[in-house]
T-cell receptor, first 114, second 109 residues
């Protein structure tokens, strides 16, 4: 089983619909992140959380919200989806206490808003 | 502002050596990471540099010069499976990762 699991893997939704992307991890890391990736652009940070009570906006948080339900779960919501939110979304975790503290990624959710 | 630059695309031949460069300007520096990403898949960690010099890991090596804001990833004995995008990321003074747009590496037989 993957250490960081995202659901769904693929989703097509209509403009104006609310959609939730879920992420769960078994690595025991406190820090979790949501990124989006668009062709030709780097990974862009949407929101991040350093523990259950801590939520922070990233560089592109407008139009998104998150919920940290537990250490292992971090959900991303699009309250009213729009076509330019079509992208590949990644959840990631990290633990700054571990050496290089690299980020571990889920397999991604490909979201299409029509 | 914060900026990470790397070439958009590179082509190399199977069995050869390729060097992918990364230059950065960030608010502080707490390490530089290289990730590999195959199309449609998650990035996977390759290397981490926090001190100047070369880190070698099998066919892959990564170099860092903090004074120059420069790193490179060196891939030796290229294999077809090395065709992927290579992402450079810098951890800034807030311990956030700033990502480059990635370099798409095409390996030809």
């Amino acid at each position: 089983d993957a250490d960081v699991t995202q659901t769904p893997r693929n989703r097509i939704t209509k403009t104006g619909k609310r959609i939730m992307l879920e992420c769960s991890q078994t690595k025991g890391h406190d820090r979790m992140y949501w990124y989006r990736q668009d062709p030709g652009l780097g990974l862009r940070l949407i929101y991040y959380s350093f523990d259950v009570k801590d939520i922070n906006k990233g560089e592109i948080s407008d139009g998104y919200s998150v919920s940290r339900q537990a250490q292992a779960k971090f959900s991303l919501s699009l309250e009213s989806a729009i076509p330019n939110q079509t992208a590949l979304y990644f959840c990631a975790t990290s633990d700054p206490g571990q050496g290089g503290a690299e980020a571990f990624f889920g397999q991604g959710t490909r979201l299409t808003v029509v | 502002g914060q900026n990470i630059d790397q070439p958009t695309e590179m082509t190399a031949t199977e069995g050869a050596i390729v060097q992918i460069n990364c230059t950065y300007q960030t608010s502080g520096f707490n390490g530089l990471f290289w990730y590999q990403q195959h199309a449609g898949e998650a990035p996977t960690f390759l290397s981490y540099n926090v001190l100047d010099g070369l880190e070698e890991k099998g066919r892959f090596s990564s170099f860092l010069s903090r004074s120059k804001g420069y790193s490179y990833l060196l891939l030796k004995e290229l294999q077809m499976k090395d065709s992927a995008s290579y992402l450079c990321a810098v951890r800034d003074s807030n311990y956030q990762l700033i990502w480059g747009a990635g370099t798409k590496l095409i390996i030809k037989p």
